[in-house]
């Protein structure tokens, strides 16, 4: 294994040899990502090779160098796929999913009424990201084959640990090897579905029914070639380059990171929540009534809740459901102030620490959505920094910041929404003496070690 390793390891990319720098400050994050955004553009290549000798694995959004590739991909997402308009299409599946997680919590919950938050979250939310991405045909088995291998995907790849020690090098290439295999066994799932999604698109594209990813990628074509550029320079290159469709690997690639990235983060923040829920009832109550205010008022379609929205960013500042966020700073010379060292580095911002800064928040470790509404030391804060100031950064910060972050906060609200309006949600009997555990778990997304087991009491008042 040892002299596997250090063989493979001569065809390390320069990002994993390279010094690991750490971002913790509010402060230094802003100056980094808002006043040198143009240094900070890569993302490191942590998972190169498919295996094979000289074969560089396939990119998606998140990997792709920032440069023409990137760009289009981009827009694809953002204009074509997740932009409000098209996005908002998606009310008739989400809220098929809403009534299903309760239809479900009301008949897990059986005799003592506990259930796992985070399984009957997941499973309510994955058929409609299944469904945004392969269209409305697709089958409840083919959801569950779907959900199975990305949930192996995520529980074999584990960001944390990369590089640094000979250990960690040795977990790396394991890891690696888990990749490849579970990486394989997405493409088995998906690729039969892209298939068949190929000879049935554009079937339902007009008639105010969304667009499925899938037949968005099948129409795409990216710029052959894709070097990596810095910034506004590059702009306006792709439209001068020859373009080529997509391949199958970047299809899975593209595929695994849309459905893996948009139902696990919203999870996490939905389990985060009820959990600080569970610990503060008072909070809980008073956003009840919010809600059950809101809904006699009609539901003033469209808008969120006041509170709603004060309890779920307060959930992200506290427990981002991505632990950190990385960048190939390939020229430190050109940000000046950050005294990166010379070869350059790659640069890991760590958004949980961020957003605990005590010198940008008062009583940082504290669950108080109040900070959030008019009056509080973060009114007019979003879950997105402006160029002034980072005080949080849940969905990162600059140009590649998350395209999803409007379809997760609207999920993560939706679904908050109804459990609050539908359970009393308490500790369940085993956590009733020892309390939640609020302990972390870093994984591609900061799970809680316990998973929350909690008692669902339907409300008799229920709406
Ligand atoms: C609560 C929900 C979510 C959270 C907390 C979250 C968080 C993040 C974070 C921290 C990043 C890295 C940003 C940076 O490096 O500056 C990111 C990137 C990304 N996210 Fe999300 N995300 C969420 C939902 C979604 C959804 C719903 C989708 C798609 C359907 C999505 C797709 C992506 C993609 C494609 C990227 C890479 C963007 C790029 O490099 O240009 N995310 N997300």
């Known amino acids: 294994v040892f002299r596997r390793t250090t063989r493979r390891g001569r065809r390390d990319p320069a990002a994993l040899r390279q010094p690991t720098v750490q971002i913790h400050d509010a402060d230094v994050a802003r100056r ?31 990997t792709v160098p ?7 991909l981009r827009r694809n997402l953002t204009g074509g796929i997740l932009h409000p308009s098209r996005a908002s299409l998606l009310a008739p599946l989400q809220q098929k999913a809403v009534e299903a997680l309760v239809a479900d919590i009301a008949a897990r ?23 945004f991405c392969f269209g409305e045909d697709v ?19 584990v960001v944390e640990g990369f590089g640094g020690s000979m250990l960690a090098n040795l977990l790396h290439w394991w890891r690696l090897r888990r990749f490849v295999a579970a990486s394989r066994r997405q493409a088995d ?18 008639g105010g029914v969304f667009r499925p990813y899938v037949d968005s990628l099948l129409d795409l074509c990216v710029p052959v070639g894709n070097d990596a550029d810095d910034g506004a320079a590059g702009e306006g290159k792709e ?12 299809m899975v690639g593209l595929v695994s990171e849309f459905l893996g990235g948009g139902t696990e983060s919203v999870v996490s923040c939905v389990e ?57 700073v390939r020229s430190p010379q050109a940000v000046e102030h950050l005294s990166l060292p010379d070869g350059g580095a790659r640069v890991h911002f760590i958004l949980g620490h961020i957003g605990r800064d005590g010198k940008a928040w008062k009583d940082p470790d504290e669950f108080r959505p109040e900070r959030f509404m008019a009056g509080g030391e973060a009114e007019g804060v979003g879950p997105l920094p402006g160029p002034k100031e980072v005080r949080m950064m849940p969905f990162g910060a600059g140009r590649r910041y998350c395209p999803g972050m409007g379809l997760g906060v609207a999920h993560a609200c939706l679904i908050v929404a109804a459990l609050v309006r539908e359970f009393e949600w308490a500790a369940a009997a085993a956590a009733a003496t020892g309390g939640v555990d609020l302990t972390e778990v870093n994984g ?20």
């Open 139 to 157: 089958g409840e088995r083919d959801v569950r084959d779907l959900q199975r291998v990305l949930q192996e995907f995520e529980l074999d790849v």
């Open 109 to 131: 919950g059986g005799g003592d009424g506990e259930v796992f938050v985070r399984d009957v979250v997941r499973d309510a939310l994955f058929p409609v990201a299944a469904r």
């Open 66 to 72: 920032y440069g023409p590739q990137w760009r289009v």
């Open 239 to 250: 439209e001068r380059l020859s373009h080529r469709a997509l391949t199958d690997d970047e």
């Open 189 to 206: 799932v998906f690729l039969p579905l892209i298939a068949a999604r190929r000879r049935t698109q554009h079937r339902d594209a007009d």
């Open 272 to 328: 985060w929540t009820i959990a600080r829920l569970v610990i503060q009832p008072e909070i809980q109550n008073k956003l009840r009534r919010e809600i059950v205010a809101a809904d006699r008022q009609g539901g003033a379609r469209g808008t969120t809740p006041a509170y709603l929205r004060a309890v779920i960013l307060e959930s992200l500042r506290l427990h981002p459901p991505v632990p950190l966020t990385m960048r190939d």
């Open 32 to 62: 980094a990502l808002v006043d040198y955004a143009d240094a900070f553009l890569h993302r490191p290549a942590i998972l190169p090779f498919t295996g094979k000798p000289g074969h560089r694995r396939s990119d998606n959004l998140t």
């Open 444 to 463: 591609f997304f900061k799970m809680m070690r316990t998973p929350l087991r909690a008692r669902a009491t339907p409300r008799r008042t229920s709406t």
